[in-house]
């Protein structure tokens, strides 16, 4: 129904005849007419011909009927709306401080305060007066906004119990006020705190929105709670809550980490029907879930979708490619990166240069992760923790010391020697390396140990054949209430192999079972073998190897079969024999070892037949590696392959290695290396 309105002949202005008023004056029932048609409306769309009504007619110019408009939009949740009519109306209709006091409740309804007390320093310099509802609004504005500003710092330093103090003391609570300690509790990973709150908030009567819940998901999400998340999200749906992008991000990187990916993908369903792919951040967290879960390719299909890439696009394709193990992918789109035109802002960050270096360092190419740093600080991009422990774990695994003392010194320059995740890397590098000393000194220096710290220890002491050391380091371990992992049992269970402590390792093994409830997996048993292996208790560790409740792999084999070969034990190794000619394998271990035993007592033709049977299955022999860090440089090399340079200095040093194997009473085993000389003389793998 379309109602006209009476216009009144246009009037001059008295501070300026030559401009005539804006005001349109109107009837007063059409106004109240138009005022009753917005009161009416229930839907959005209902409003929006409304409104259009309204600008179509020129009645927009009415401060009271704008006023209400405003109000209505908002009353819908449409403050982008809310803020556009105010934005728009004339100038003339600014003049008035009823538009002025619409504008301002919506905000300080919506907790937006700070955007409230904006608005009132642009009225005022506008010379509007404000009036007796101007006022108790700025200064609500002013009150609530200073308490929560103040809820928000506290969180942000830490300190959740003056927070929590200060929340407790404010006699009315707003969503701004609960959804900050939401925040303050997500921030500082205490997630049984905000769930606490959660329902206290439920209890006092107050509805929890989608800030409420999204902070509440990202709570638990960042401590870990991955599982919990992921019921909170399904109960926040049957609860009939808006989901918004935010907590579909949170979400999705739950999925990220969780090792099922279908989860990842019915997430991404709904991302569909909600029309969330056009948020950016949603599109990388998409991006994230596909490559952790090794699906690079719909990875790569997302993020050529995505328009306007920002950094956190770019590292994210980077990360999935690196963690898929396919470096030389990770290095082109690293690349891509750098060769981004100078009008662009993105520029590979320390993210991006991490996710690079890690890549190579856990894929065996440590040179070619230690280059990449080297190029990082030419290009001043400051390493953060990531980037430290990835290089790390390369000196680690190369035993090259010197270079991580380099990183050691580095570390300390920039204050980074605190953080955890370093001091872990510091440890196990020393460790690994052979610094005994230098690793405890670390070890000492930790302040807040975790589980990784304590393993790091047990496994350094373990593989330099201190056992008693890695087995008392252990039972502090328990003393200082850390819960014992697999991955510690495995490094205890292998001190005790490696130090020939048969009973600590049978009774560390039933204390896993009995006491701390672990099922024993197949590092575990092979521990076990080794260690009743070497030991000499070759048919406990066959009867062991006969029980277990799964399928024993090339591993436990082998580890028999090297026992029965320190120990000159045919009888053991031939009643396998069938067993290892059945092992699904590429490689030759298994049928080297059981070659090696027969030629050991002299059985040639039976060790000859071994090594026939792997030749004609098209195995392959994996050569075996070595290193020697000569004045300051890694050197590599294999059987078969010669060392073009510095060839002469490793000479020297392993002449010296041999003296002083030789002075410790090392014996080669001469039947074994006459039968690997022959093999190879004779052309055989």
Request: charge should be neutral; aromatic fraction near 8%; glycine fraction near 8%.
């Amino acid at each position: 129904m379309r109602h006209s309105l009476l216009h009144q002949p246009h009037q001059f202005s008295p501070s300026n005849p030559s401009r005539p008023f804006s005001i349109i004056t109107y009837n007063n029932s059409l106004l109240d007419c138009f005022d009753h048609l917005l009161q009416q409306c229930k839907t959005i769309h209902q409003l929006k011909q409304v409104h259009n009504q309204l600008i179509v007619t020129g009645a927009n110019a009415s401060a009271f009927l704008a006023a209400r408009v405003l109000s209505i939009y908002a009353r819908f949740g449409r403050l982008f709306d809310a803020r556009n009519v105010f934005e728009t109306a004339p100038f003339d209709c600014k003049s008035s401080s009823l538009l002025w006091n619409s504008i301002l409740r919506v905000n300080v309804s919506n907790g937006l305060y700070e955007n409230a007390l904006k608005l009132y320093v642009k009225m005022r310099k506008l010379g509007v007066l404000g009036d007796g509802f101007t006022f108790p609004l700025v200064i609500r504005a002013c009150n609530v906004h200073i308490v929560n500003e103040l809820i928000g710092m506290y969180a942000k330093m830490g300190q959740m119990s003056d927070s929590f103090k200060l929340f407790d003391k404010v006699r009315v609570k707003n969503y701004i006020s609960w959804n900050m300690m939401f925040s303050g509790f997500a921030l500082n990973f205490d997630c049984d705190g905000a769930l606490e709150l959660f329902k206290r908030m439920e209890l006092e009567g107050l509805e929890p929105n989608f800030v409420t819940w999204t902070s509440l998901l990202s709570s638990h999400a960042r401590c870990g709670r991955l599982e919990e998340t992921m019921d909170l999200f399904d109960m926040m749906r049957k609860r009939g809550i808006e989901v918004g992008a935010e907590a579909i991000a949170v979400v999705l990187s739950v999925c990220a980490d969780l090792a099922a990916d279908h989860m990842g993908k019915v997430i991404h369903g709904f991302v569909i029907k909600g029309g969330f792919e056009d948020y950016v951040f949603v599109k990388n967290a998409l991006i994230c879930v596909y490559g952790k879960h090794g699906d690079v390719k719909v990875a790569q299909n997302l993020f050529s979708e995505i328009e306007e890439k920002n950094i956190v696009s770019w590292n994210a394709l980077i990360t999935s490619y690196a963690e898929a193990g396919l470096c030389d992918e990770a290095v082109e789109v690293f690349s891509q990166l750098e060769k981004l035109d100078g009008g662009s802002m993105e520029r590979p960050n320390v993210i991006s240069w991490s996710a690079v270096i890690g890549a190579f360092a856990s894929n065996g190419r440590g040179e070619e992760a230690l280059d990449l740093f080297r190029k990082m600080q030419l290009a001043k991009v400051v390493a953060n923790s990531v980037t430290i422990s990835g290089l790390l774990s390369v000196c680690a695994e190369s035993a090259a010391l010197n270079i991580g003392r380099e990183i050691h010194g580095h570390v300390v320059r920039v204050s980074m020697n605190k953080n955890i995740l370093v001091q872990n890397g510091l440890l196990n590098m020393y460790m690994k390396c052979g610094c005994l000393e230098e690793g405890h000194l670390v070890f000492e220096q930790i302040e807040k140990k975790d589980l990784i710290t304590w393993n790091s220890m047990i496994s350094g002491y373990g593989m330099n054949g201190l056992g008693e050391n890695a087995l008392a380091t252990f039972e502090e371990m328990i003393e200082a209430g850390f819960k014992p992992d697999g991955v510690a049992f495995v490094a205890v269970l292998s001190a005790c192999s490696h130090a020939g402590l048969v009973n600590e390792g049978r009774r560390i093994f039933g204390m896993m079972v009995r006491e701390f409830r672990i099922e024993p997996q197949m590092e575990h048993y092979a521990c076990m073998v080794d260690l009743l292996g070497r030991a000499g208790l070759l048919q406990e560790a066959s009867d062991i190897v006969k029980n277990m409740p799964m399928e024993p792999n090339a591993y436990v084999w082998g580890t028999l079969l090297n026992s029965c070969r320190m120990h000159k034990n045919t009888d053991v190794a031939e009643a396998m024999a069938s067993q290892i000619f059945g092992l699904i394998t590429e490689t030759t271990g298994s049928y080297m070892l059981l070659s090696n035993i027969y030629a050991a007592s002299g059985r040639w033709e039976d060790a000859a037949k071994v090594r026939i049977s792997a030749k004609t299955k098209g195995l392959k022999k994996v050569a075996g590696q070595s290193w020697i860090e000569v004045k300051r440089k890694i050197n590599m090399f294999s059987s078969g392959n010669s060392l073009q340079s510095d060839l002469k200095n490793v000479c020297e040093v392993l002449e010296e290695l041999a003296l002083q194997m030789e002075n410790k009473g090392y014996v080669p085993d001469n039947d074994i290396i006459l039968w690997e000389m022959l093999g190879k003389k004779n052309g055989r793998n």
